[in-house]
Each structure stands twice: as structure tokens, then as C-alpha cells.
């Protein structure tokens, strides 16, 4: 059996020096193979990958070895190759080469890079010899000087669709980060890879790359793995928008999920380093959109973590869903009424308690009567009292509600009767909290206490807004008598209504009687001083 290994030895020494022959220049000195750190590996395709060290001669060095036109060469010499990959002995754990030794990794089959390359049965060993070569190549194309791939991880389940890898370079021969950053889609280009990012490492540089992890299914990458892509998409985004301290560091991914009640928003929560702060994320938000191609980002505090944190929502193009849906599994709640929807998918609702008025400002056809229109069925369910008053366009918007609502008015003076009625609800209202010694009707007894009470009017302003004073002298025919008595009975009733709102504006908040006015446009200069 020694005898058998010696020959096979002398066998592959032979095959080896004829090949360095091919490969070097005529009259150079072959390196010595050394047989006894010699490996095989399969990789996941089952192309299988050997290893073959070599010790160098005086005065040699792994630049003379390691170049794409010996390892070419090297290729055809050994019985047609398809991969050769020359680069030094590893002698550490952090990519550093043994002067006097290098590695010769070659394969007569494909070898997968780094977006079809899965790890086979726990072996990385196998992969970091592929990765190195198409690594070393690319660092070639790229005019870059070749690092040392000292280690790699799958960031990817093997049965993921796509790859993703983790790279551990150490750089030589004064390469920089900076150098790699800039010609980072030089090198996916050259690694056939859909997805590559550079960052930071303490020994030189990583380098992650394969298939782009968000066009992955969430399970192909584990929590930690998918935070860490997420971090550094982000990373290159900050940069790009020049959020950097003065000592190189970005803001940084600590948590990433998709929103639960609105997939199409992504949630990333940010450390914020010492140096920069939570304005200048702000500010940089329209460069993030457009290095991140995303059509919406919104950065705000973080509400859990407090300072030094920061939270993003992040969405392809908008975050909101349309059309979307009544949510009557928030109605019926006393005092709450759901009227819409938020980016993060969850109801907007108007508190009673917490809002005493409400105001819908908006150009025709801007939605301000749907808008009402789900704020009254969430007032009725709520089991909350409506009242409509609309003496424009006769409450035709709002015909649904009112065999429920407990006020109706489509004139003026029908405007004027109502708030005088609901003025002194406020009145009585009042007078019973002071009789109770409470501050509002949500804490009178329950047999007591009055429900909400909600006035909706729409193109408010018409209801006060007089104009000219009507002419006091009578007229001597008949219809034009009459027609000035009911201008003038108009002209009262509006300041009477101006008045009245004003009132119940002003003192209805713990009387439980909330006003909700609409109007297509509102300037100071139309109101009078009552209403402001």
C-alpha cells in the first residue's frame, strides 16, 4: 500500500510539473507540490473541486503564480479544466498567506458562483475554493489587486431558490474599501449575481453577494441573515446620501419585518451612531427614495426604543391599499369612530374625547363628503345622536343616514331652529354636570348621562356668511315687499347661526356635542371674531 501511494504521488508530481512547464516561462524554477495538505471536495452541483498546495522556491512570491494567463494555461495542460484558481496558503484565521506556499484549486466540471452555489452536507470548505476563484476573477475584471478569501457562510436554506453568500476578505497590495465600494457592480457583474454589497470588515472587507434576498421567500433566510441584507441595502443608501459620521459609520438595521396588518410596508427599525442625528435622517429622505428606488419612505422616532433610534417605513410604491375596506370590526364603540385607514394598516379613529371639533377642508371632488359620509355611519354605530344640516345641495349626499338622525335641516331658517335647539342642549347639558359636580357627561351616572352628539354641516361658511345688509326701507309692491322680508329674515338667521356655532364651538366640549364642518376653502378673513 506505500508503494502504491508513492507511485500515485510520483504520478500526480509528474502531471503537475509538465503542467508548470505549459503554464511558466521557459526556464523558471516549478513550485513542489506538497501532497500531504492535498484535498477534495463536491460541491452542491456535484462537480467535484481538488486542492493542491505548493511550496515555493527562493525568491518566489504568489504574484508570480497568481494571473489569469498561467492559470489559463494551467487549465489546458491539465486535461481541459474548466476551473483553476491560483492564490496563497492560508496560515491564519483572517486571510493571511503563507510567504513561502500557495494553493492551486481546480475542477474538470461547472463550478457554481456564489447564486447557485448551496452548501453540500455542512461542507464551506469546498465552497470558499469556488468562491475564491470567481472572487479572484472578479477583483481582475474589476483592476483590482487580488484579496485572500479566508471565509465564507450560506446565508440561504439549500433548497432556497437562490443563493446568498457571506465573504470574508482580507485585501492586499493597497486595495481599500473605498476602491471596492466604487466598483462594486463592476464585480456583480463578473460574479454573475443579481444582488452585491461591500462593507466594512475588521480584517479588510465582506463582500455578500448572490441572489437579491428581498425577491427571496421570508423563510430562505434566517431573522439575523435577512436583517443584516436589510442593513446593508441600507448601508449603501446612506452613503449614497452622504448620512455618514466623520469616522465612516451609517446608521444601522437592529430590526426589519414586514407590517402585519399591511404587507406592502416594511417596518426597519435604525441605531443612529453618535454623530448624526435624527434630523439629518429626515432630511435625507427624498436621496433614500431615489438610491433605494423606493416611492415611499417615512422616517420617524423610534416610540419603543426612545433616543438614539429611529423608525422607517419603507414601501415599493404606495403603502396604501385601494380601495379599502369599512372596518366595522372597530365600530360601535362609544366615543370612537374608524374613518380610515393607516400606513400601517390599522384604522384611523376619531376619538371623542380627544377631539372636540372636526374640520373637512377640500376642493370639489376632493372626498369630503365621503368623508362625512363614514364619519356618520360611525357616529350611528357608535350609538351616538346625528344631526345633518346642509342647505346647499338639500343633504342629498347624506339621504342614507336620515331615517337615524335625530336633526335634519336644508334651509337656513331650518339651520338657524336646529342649532338654537342643539344650543340649548349645550345649555341643559351643562347645567347637569354642574348639578353632579363633573367635568364632562362621560362621567355623569350612566342612567343620566346623554349620548354623543354629533352636527354635521356642510359648506359651512354659506350658513353665516351674510353679505350685504338687505335694503330696511319697505318697498310699496307687494312682491318685492315680500321678497325683501325674506331677505332680511335670511340675513338674521345667518348672523343668528354665526353666533350659535360660534357658541357651541366654544362651550359644547364637555357637554358631549361635537361639530364636524365642511367647506371647499377657508381663510381667518371669512370668519368673523366670534369664530376665531
Known amino acids: 500500500e506505500v508503494m502504491v501511494e508513492v507511485f500515485s504521488q510520483l504520478s500526480v508530481e509528474d502531471k503537475w510539473l509538465k503542467a508548470w512547464e505549459a503554464a511558466l516561462k521557459l526556464g523558471s524554477n516549478p513550485p513542489t507540490i506538497h501532497h500531504g495538505f ?5 460541491l452542491s452541483n456535484g462537480s467535484k473541486i481538488t486542492v493542491t498546495p505548493f511550496v515555493l522556491r527562493e525568491g518566489q512570491s504568489l504574484v508570480d503564480y497568481a494571473k489569469p494567463d498561467i492559470e489559463a494555461k494551467l487549465a489546458t495542460a491539465l486535461t481541459a479544466q474548466r476551473f483553476v484558481n491560483v492564490t496563497g496558503f492560508l496560515q491564519g ?11 492551486v484549486a481546480s475542477s474538470v466540471g461547472d463550478v457554481p458562483g456564489p447564486q447557485q452555489l448551496a452548501v453540500r452536507g455542512g461542507d464551506t470548505e469546498g465552497a470558499l475554493e469556488a468562491l475564491s476563484g470567481h472572487v479572484n476573477r472578479a477583483f481582475t475584471d474589476a483592476k483590482l489587486a487580488r484579496p485572500e478569501l479566508f471565509r465564507v457562510r450560506c446565508l440561504t436554506r439549500p433548497d432556497s431558490r437562490g443563493q446568498v453568500w457571506s465573504m470574508q476578505l482580507r485585501l492586499y497590495d493597497g486595495v481599500t474599501l473605498d ?9 456583480r457583474q463578473a460574479l454573475g449575481c443579481d444582488w452585491l454589497r461591500v462593507t466594512d470588515d475588521k480584517s479588510g472587507c465582506r463582500i455578500v453577494a448572490g441572489a437579491n434576498p428581498a425577491r427571496l421567500p421570508e423563510a430562505a433566510l434566517s431573522k439575523p441573515d435577512r436583517v443584516d441584507a436589510v442593513n446593508l441595502d441600507w448601508e449603501q443608501a446612506w452613503l449614497a446620501a452622504n448620512v455618514v459620521t466623520t469616522g465612516g459609520l451609517t446608521p444601522e438595521v437592529v430590526d426589519s419585518a414586514l407590517l402585519p396588518d399591511n404587507p406592502l410596508v416594511q417596518r426597519i427599525t435604525l441605531s443612529i451612531p453618535a454623530g448624526l442625528s435624527f434630523a439629518q435622517l429626515k432630511m435625507a429622505r427624498t436621496k433614500l427614495e431615489a438610491a433605494t428606488l ?11 426604543r426612545g433616543a438614539g433610534f429611529a423608525e422607517m417605513l419603507v414601501a415599493k410604491t404606495s403603502p396604501m391599499k385601494f380601495p379599502e375596506p369599512y372596518r366595522f370590526d372597530f365600530a360601535h364603540r362609544p366615543g370612537r369612530m374608524p374613518f380610515g385607514t393607516s400606513v400601517e394598516g390599522t384604522p384611523v379613529e376619531l376619538i371623542a374625547k380627544d377631539h372636540a371639533h372636526v374640520l373637512l377642508v377640500g376642493g370639489s371632488g376632493s372626498g369630503k363628503s365621503a368623508s362625512a359620509q363614514v364619519l356618520i355611519s360611525g357616529a350611528l354605530m357608535s350609538g351616538a345622536d346625528v344631526a345633518v344640516i346642509d342647505a346647499q345641495k338639500f343633504a342629498a349626499d347624506f339621504k342614507f343616514a336620515q331615517p337615524f338622525c335625530n336633526g335634519w335641516a336644508t334651509s337656513i331658517t331650518d339651520a338657524c331652529a336646529l342649532l338654537e335647539a342643539l344650543y340649548a342642549e349645550v345649555k341643559r347639558r351643562a347645567a347637569l354636570n354642574g348639578q353632579f359636580g363633573v367635568g364632562s357627561i362621560s362621567e355623569l351616572p350612566e342612567e343620566l348621562r346623554p349620548r354623543e352628539q354629533y352636527v354635521f354641516a356642510d359648506e359651512f361658511l354659506g350658513l353665516f356668511l351674510t353679505g350685504s345688509r338687505p335694503e330696511l326701507r319697505s318697498e310699496s309692491d307687494p312682491d318685492l315687499e315680500k321678497a325683501r322680508l325674506e331677505q332680511v329674515a335670511i340675513f338674521q338667521a345667518k348672523r343668528r347661526i354665526g353666533f350659535l356655532i360660534a357658541r357651541i364651538g366654544a362651550e359644547a366640549r364637555s357637554a358631549g356635542v361635537h361639530l364636524v364642518l365642511m367647506t371647499q376653502k377657508l381663510i381667518a378673513a371669512m370668519l368673523g371674531d366670534d369664530m376665531l
Open 38 to 42: 492535498a484535498k477534495e471536495h463536491t
Open 93 to 103: 484565521r483572517t486571510g493571511e498567506r503563507h510567504s513561502q506556499a500557495i494553493r
Open 179 to 187: 476602491e471596492i465600494r466604487r466598483k462594486a457592480e463592476k464585480l
Open 294 to 304: 423606493n416611492g415611499f419612505i417615512d422616517i420617524r422616532e423610534s416610540k419603543d
